[in-house]
């Protein structure tokens, strides 16, 4: 009993580590607004780098993000710092 109590309190955790590690907002900047680059110029930079954007959107961390491909269409998800638009995280599938 006290094993089977054991191992079902270490799954839990576990699961709830695992849970809370898939939620962590990717932080970019604590710039204020003013300083970031303008969206709409930004978006035709990255459409003009090849990209299609499927969505942009600004995130909890004061990133911009998009879902979309990239030149080689290849689907992607990328995070910019929206102050000097560098890449801060990167998915393609």
């Not at 709830?16 to 978006?43: G, N």
């Not at 930079?45 to 942009?56: A, D, H, K, P, S």
């Not at 004061?62 to 890449?87: F, H, L, R, T």
């Amino acid at each position: 009993m006290k094993v089977t109590m054991l191992a079902t309190l270490i799954a839990a955790t576990g699961l709830l580590t695992a849970c809370s590690t898939a939620h962590e907002t990717t932080q970019c900047t604590t710039a204020p607004q003013s300083e970031w680059l303008d969206q709409a110029e930004f978006q035709a930079r990255l459409v003009n780098e090849g990209y299609q954007i499927n969505e942009f959107k600004v995130t909890e961390g004061n990133c911009y993000e998009i879902y979309g491909m990239d030149a080689d269409g290849n689907k992607v998800e990328i995070y910019y710092n929206p102050v000097d638009g560098s890449v801060v995280k990167s998915e393609s599938h």
